[in-house]
Structures are given as structure tokens and as C-alpha cells.
């Protein structure tokens, strides 16, 4: 997390981490908003689409840097749950598979949200979250107009959130390394 007054020394991995963590944002965003377009022009596509998402949430969750360890890992375990979820909704009948695993990587991409939404000091990205919750609850009951609103609401504040912190040095990303629970 962004501490101003402390200013780590990077190596390699850690630019190298932080640069996935944005690109993660970045494709986060885009994946939601072909959600979005999906939800509109052809809802059959949806389990397609859900493989950006993951790989956007699996590189952000992948290069997490956050604190507290029982945070880092249930975001990191929310994605890696998604992801296999993904795997399986292509080998099972029916949506339920890709519903569940598009819940499961709101959840880590809730808490990425709200986690930035400190670093910024913007209210605004509180609001993602709740976005997101509502863009599943939309799809999962077949609301594809008012899904896709959400979720272009929602990916307009992902890329806004990843344009915010591409735009930061790459050290705010670590914060001070003595205070990661290890």
C-alpha cells in the first residue's frame, strides 16, 4: 500500500510484480466491460468471456502486495476458486459452474477495490464493490440490461482505478516491506 514517507529500494521482482498487479487492472477493466457488451448483444457467450476476468484477477492476485495475510490469502484463494471454476463450467451443462466462479472473482476483485480505494483516499472506489455484487446478483437473475449498466459502471471505475495507479510511482505499490505479515 502507499506510504509517502516510505520509499522501499525495488529489485527486479518487485517492478516486475507491480507492473503484472496493474496490468492485471487494466485487462480487469476491459473484461468487465466485455461483460457488459456481452450481457447486451449475446448472453450465451458468458462463460467465454469469464476467462479474461480470470486472468485479469489471477494477475492481480498473483502480485498482491497487502499487509495482512489473512487478507492476501483469501483474496488469492477467492481467485484461484474462480479460476477453477472457470476450468470446470467448460466440462459441466448449464450456467450455475460460471456463476460461481464469476462470484468468486467479484470477491477478490471487490477487495482489491475497496483495498485501492484507501490508497487513494477516493470514496468513489468504495463504491465498486457494491457494483460488482450487483452486476452478479443481475446476471445470475437474467437482468442483462441492468447487468450491463452495472457492469460498465463498474468497469469504468476499475480503469479508472488502474489509469490512478499507473500513473503512481511503482514504490507506492509496496508500502514499507517491515510491515508485511510474512
Known amino acids: 500500500m502507499a506510504?509517502?514517507?516510505t520509499k522501499e529500494i525495488l529489485d527486479?521482482?518487485?517492478k516486475a510484480t507491480i507492473l503484472t498487479y496493474r496490468l492485471g487492472m487494466v485487462i480487469t477493466g476491459l473484461a468487465l466491460f466485455c461483460i457488459a457488451l456481452q450481457q447486451i448483444f449475446y448472453p450465451l457467450w458468458f462463460k467465454q468471456i469469464l476467462i479474461?476476468?480470470?486472468f485479469g484477477s489471477l494477475l492481480q492476485a498473483s502480485s498482491l502486495h497487502i499487509y495482512d495475510k489473512r487478507i492476501r490469502w483469501f483474496l488469492v484463494n477467492a481467485t484461484w476458486?474462480?479460476?477453477w471454476l472457470v476450468a470446470v463450467s467448460f466440462v459441466t451443462t448449464g450456467l450455475w459452474v460460471a456463476y460461481l466462479s464469476f462470484g468468486a472473482l467479484i470477491v477478490t476483485l471487490s477487495g482489491l477495490a475497496y483495498k485501492e480505494s484507501f490508497c487513494f483516499s477516493l470514496t468513489l472506489l468504495k463504491s465498486t464493490p457494491p457494483l460488482l455484487v450487483a452486476s452478479?446478483?443481475?446476471v445470475v437473475l437474467s437482468f442483462n440490461d441492468w447487468a450491463a449498466c452495472a457492469l460498465v459502471l463498474a468497469s469504468l471505475l476499475?480503469?479508472?482505478m488502474a489509469w490512478r495507479k499507473i500513473n503512481m510511482p511503482l514504490h507506492f505499490d509496496l508500502g514499507d516491506r517491515s510491515k508485511y505479515q510474512i
Open 136 to 138: 452478479w446478483l443481475l
Open 3 to 5: 506510504d509517502p514517507n
Open 158 to 160: 476499475y480503469l479508472y
Open 81 to 83: 476458486i474462480g479460476c
Open 12 to 14: 527486479n521482482i518487485d
Open 52 to 54: 479474461l476476468l480470470a
